[in-house]
């Protein structure tokens, strides 16, 4: 009977999951299209860069357009307009695309769109990036610009902001984006205090985190204004990263030939919310009966309250379904890193005549199948545009990073220990009655979690060390995609290890913080699918290079192990 039930509830929730294709439909859809990566130089900013290093503007010109730079962005203010059908042939004849920068005022009015729209037309130009704090024309003349972009297909670049969450708030620009049909792309801009501090080395791999992690496609390029080199070897600098760079990214599989097109705004169908919430509810019902056996009688119970779920789902789905993904989401990130970990300690304790390496595969083969259904879901929860381009935001990093880890310490002591041991430990800490030695792993281990805390999400309190940095360079170029630390460093030897040490007798003391880092490397592999704007094949070579180098280093850890177990029964 047991086992016809976990068969059963496997089986819906397989089923739910597969109900839930669609919106991974989407986004594979758009991802499949969205290759092509726009280098865009800035005309006045090389144009004076070029004047004050003594250096022809045409031969920085020739030097952009052979280092593969084929688009040119122009600020276009009113009262300049014109005077830039001169400047439009110019570049025009010479082989380049031009981006245009409207500049808004604050009377922004239809004349000035009319004089853009001309522009427009004339010189067939098909990016926008709006400079200034407002978009052209807004608030009075929004719709006319609204229809400048549509009638030409014009696609706008939306600048992510310094802290990489979300675009940067040009007034009028929310309104804009779903009036056009969601006819954007991502764009990165090194801010002027930036470029006062980084070499072109700094400014390759800046863009390369922007192409690959980020999924940006406008790269605005800006000349190196380093204090600590001359006006020409800022320039000439700016010139070889620029040649560097494109020819890397394009032997990676990117296109700086082809134009960006419009991406499907398509967005998963009205009740997809509660096909998700139905996925997530199975999989709660099995974690509770892996963790607690309860009566048939229990489960019932439990299906009627499923039930009046989907019912409350439907109605908040109603009114308010972004925020209703949003906490679906959460819930994806945090439910399968905790669900996988309770799996592999049931696992552990029920097969300890198995051999290590069949107990070892198995673990292995339970914490990336599980997971995997987790990084399906977060993706599929989070399909669409407004995800893909970072208008709607993940921001459940917090509750991903740590209620797994919560959660996992109530399962180890569920699953090995028991009740009476629980209830012990709890009345040891109510007595004060504790040894130094749980005192000290106590404190090593509230240090280690605020590290934990501390490093994770975009805005890092505690800043990765120069060793870091380094190594990350080291990986993204020979792999172009680099692994995460937390799953290859951390997550796979703590795995290893923690199958191998389960059957040694060893304490808690030493499993329990391998159990939370086999956690962690979980969270890690789920929270890669947070990052909606990265592609699922990245996340996905993420998660490969991850498993294969922490693989190598789990061996490594292992044969440490094994050498110190051996040198302690000897001595």
């Keep these: 009977m047991d086992r016809r039930i976990k068969l059963t509830l496997w089986v819906f929730l397989v089923l739910s999951l597969i109900a839930i294709s669609s919106g991974f439909s989407i986004r594979v859809s758009n991802e499949s299209i969205n290759k092509s990566i726009v280098p865009v130089a800035d005309f006045d900013e090389f144009f004076n860069a070029a004047r004050i290093s003594g250096i022809d503007f045409e031969t920085i010109l020739l030097e952009l357009k052979n280092s593969g730079v084929k688009t040119i962005a122009v600020k276009a203010p009113y009262s300049m307009l014109s005077h830039y059908p001169n400047t439009f042939n110019m570049l025009r004849s010479k082989g380049f695309d031009i981006l245009l920068r409207p500049v808004s005022y604050a009377d922004s009015n239809s004349r000035y769109i009319y004089g853009l729209e001309r522009l427009v037309s004339t010189f067939n130009i098909k990016y926008i990036i709006f400079d200034g704090y407002q978009v052209v024309g807004n608030p009075y003349h929004l719709?006319?610009?609204?229809?400048?972009?549509?009638?030409?297909?014009?696609?706008?670049?939306?600048?992510?902001?310094?802290?990489?969450?979300?675009?940067?708030?040009?007034?009028?620009?929310?309104?804009?984006?779903?009036?056009?049909?969601?006819?954007?792309?991502?764009?990165?801009?090194?801010?002027?205090?930036?470029?006062?501090?980084?070499?072109?080395?700094?400014?390759?791999?800046?863009?390369?985190?922007?192409?690959?992690?980020?999924?940006?496609?406008?790269?605005?390029?800006?000349?190196?204004?380093?204090?600590?080199?001359?006006?020409?070897?800022?320039?000439?600098?700016?010139?070889?990263?620029?040649?560097?760079?494109?020819?890397?990214?394009?032997?990676?599989?990117?296109?700086?030939?082809?134009?960006?097109?419009?991406?499907?705004?398509?967005?998963?169908?009205?009740?997809?919310?509660?096909?998700?919430?139905?996925?997530?509810?199975?999989?709660?019902?099995?974690?509770?009966?892996?963790?607690?056996?309860?009566?048939?009688?229990?489960?019932?119970?439990?299906?009627?309250?499923?039930?009046?779920?989907?019912?409350?789902?439907?109605?908040?789905n109603t009114y308010h379904t972004s925020e209703l993904t949003h906490i679906l989401a959460i819930s994806s990130a945090v439910f399968y890193p905790s669900f996988s970990g309770l799996l592999v300690l049931k696992y552990l304790k029920s097969s300890t005549e198995n051999t290590f390496i069949v107990r070892l595969i198995s673990s292995l083969a339970i914490i990336l199948a599980v997971n995997a259904a987790g990084m399906y879901t977060v993706v599929t929860t989070q399909a669409d545009i407004r995800y893909t381009m970072n208008i709607l935001v993940f921001d459940g990093v917090i509750q991903a990073y740590t209620i797994p880890v919560v959660a996992f310490i109530i399962n180890y002591f569920l699953v090995f220990k028991g009740y009476k041991e629980i209830k012990n430990t709890f009345i040891g800490f109510k007595n004060h009655n504790l040894k130094w030695s749980y005192t000290l792993l106590l404190a090593a281990a509230a240090f280690v979690f605020y590290i934990y805390i501390s490093r994770s999400g975009n805005n890092s309190l505690i800043p990765p060390s120069f060793i870091e940095l380094e190594l990350r360079k080291l990986l993204e170029r020979w792999l172009l995609v680099r692994p995460r630390f937390k799953e290859f460093l951390i997550g796979y030897p703590s795995l290893f290890l923690f199958v191998y040490l389960t059957s040694k007798s060893v304490s808690s003391k030493f499993l329990l913080p391998l159990g939370i880092g086999i956690t962690i490397g979980s969270i890690s592999m789920v929270n890669s699918f947070c990052h909606v704007f990265t592609s699922i094949e990245v996340s996905a070579l993420r998660t490969f290079y991850g498993l294969a180098i922490g693989t190598v280093l789990g061996g490594l850890a292992l044969s440490a192990a094994h050498i110190l177990l051996r040198l302690k029964d000897k001595y």
């Design 143 to 316: 719709t006319a610009t609204e229809e400048l972009l549509k009638k030409h297909a014009i696609i706008t670049g939306i600048i992510e902001t310094p802290s990489q969450v979300g675009y940067v708030d040009q007034q009028g620009l929310e309104t804009l984006i779903p009036a056009t049909g969601y006819s954007i792309n991502r764009t990165y801009i090194i801010s002027d205090k930036d470029l006062l501090h980084i070499n072109g080395n700094d400014m390759f791999y800046r863009w390369l985190r922007c192409v690959v992690d980020r999924g940006i496609r406008f790269i605005y390029i800006r000349p190196l204004k380093s204090q600590n080199s001359g006006d020409f070897q800022r320039l000439t600098d700016t010139l070889e990263t620029v040649r560097n760079f494109n020819k890397f990214i394009s032997l990676k599989g990117y296109s700086v030939d082809t134009p960006i097109v419009k991406l499907s705004a398509k967005t998963p169908v009205s009740f997809y919310n509660v096909l998700v919430f139905v996925s997530l509810f199975f999989g709660v019902l099995l974690y509770w009966y892996y963790l607690f056996n309860p009566r048939l009688i229990s489960l019932s119970a439990a299906a009627i309250i499923g039930i009046i779920g989907v019912f409350a789902v439907i109605q908040v």
